[in-house]
């Protein structure tokens, strides 16, 4: 399910790659690993989130720590609750050569 505020579309859900598994990460907590080689550049992950205003934000509707400003005054987001979603287990990548 997609949600449409101003000209374009955000969904609401995550999407993630099938080739990637979160997991536990030897570094502490979860991550997401590659079950198969993935090609440089290629979309492995959509974030999934809500639209919020500034005044939702600021009153504490949102994880403060993944909010992204998509426009004045508006914010991509999770709410509180959603904890579990698989886009949180994402990290930068390096190159692996070998």
């Not at 979860?30 to 500034?54: D, H, M, N, P």
Request: aromatic share 10%; net charge positive.
């Amino acid at each position: 399910m997609t949600i449409r505020r101003l000209s374009r579309s955000y969904h609401k859900k995550a999407w993630i790659d099938p080739r990637l598994e979160i997991r536990p990460s030897p570094l502490g907590g979860r991550g997401s690993y590659a079950r198969q080689l993935i090609k440089e550049c290629e979309i492995v992950t959509i974030w999934g989130a809500e639209v919020f205003t500034k005044e939702e934000v600021n009153g504490g509707k949102t994880q403060g720590r993944l909010v992204v400003p998509i426009g004045e005054g508006l914010y991509l987001a999770y709410e509180i609750y959603n904890n579990e979603a698989p886009d949180h287990f994402l990290n930068h990548s390096s190159p692996i050569s070998g």
